[in-house]
């Protein structure tokens, strides 16, 4: 548990650059995955938005939902395609939240994905079943509400969550596309695990590696 001040802006700043460094040892991967229903532009655009957040959340000091705030705009606008728009909205919508929290503590965190799942789901208006990063982010905020109902510490319930995550996400393999541009392929959609729901994992992940260093 922390207070709501400069030091978590601070903390913000360390998870966007882990982050960062977490996609881009990926790229080339989330590319692949995106060639195979999509059109392989999924890495480089979360490597672009990702820099453009890392740069936008330098600067003037912060409480760390100011610093994600600004993170997400600079995000959506470098990223581009359809994960521009909804990553960088769910990062915008997660500091916008966390701005407002008295203490950083795990059901503001919770409290915060969550606004930042409602934002996802508004503007792409997909369901989690529907082959997209939402088979990732809803199996994880389930998870981690169930570990914050039982006292779980912030570092507990990350971890207890990022399982079902990654279950979530492989079950996309399975999943037939119903949104985005792999909706177009149907069927034939099915055989790959889905390209945004690989990279939320892999933010999930690497915020979990700073939360589990912060909590040592
Ligand atoms: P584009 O499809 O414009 O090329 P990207 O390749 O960067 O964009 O991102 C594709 C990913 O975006 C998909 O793998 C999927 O996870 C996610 N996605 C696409 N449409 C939606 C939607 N309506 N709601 C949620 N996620 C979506
Ligand atoms: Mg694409």
Redesign the pocket.
């Known amino acids: 548990m922390r207070d709501n001040d400069a030091d978590g802006g601070r903390l913000a700043q360390t998870i966007l650059a882990h982050v960062l460094a977490a996609v881009e040892a990926r790229e080339l991967e989330l590319g692949r995955l995106?060639a195979a229903?999509?059109?392989g532009?999924?890495g480089a655009?979360?490597v672009r938005g990702l820099r453009a957040a890392v740069a936008a959340a330098d600067g003037p000091e912060g409480v760390a939902g100011d610093i994600l705030a600004r993170a997400g705009t600079g995000f959506t606008d470098a990223?581009?395609?359809?994960?521009?728009a909804?990553v960088g909205s769910w990062i915008g919508a997660i500091g916008r939240s966390l701005a407002g929290a008295d203490r950083l503590d795990v059901a503001a965190v919770a409290d915060a994905l969550d606004a930042g799942q409602a934002m996802?789901q508004r503007?792409?208006?997909?369901k989690p079943g529907?082959?997209?990063?939402?088979d990732t982010l809803d199996p994880f905020l389930r998870a981690l509400r169930r570990a914050v109902e039982t006292g779980a510490t912030l570092d507990a319930a990350w971890a207890a969550a990022l399982p079902e995550a990654e279950a979530g996400m492989r079950a996309t393999a399975e999943m037939i596309a119903k949104?985005?541009?792999?909706a177009r392929l149907g069927e034939r959609s099915r055989g790959h695990v889905?390209?945004?729901?690989m990279s939320l994992l892999i933010i999930l992940t690497a915020v979990g590696d700073v939360i589990r260093q912060q909590a040592a």
């Open positions: 995106d229903a999509g059109d532009d999924h655009g979360m990223a581009g395609g359809a994960s521009g909804l996802i503007l792409g208006k997909a529907d082959k997209t990063m939402l949104r985005g541009r792999a889905d390209a945004g729901a």
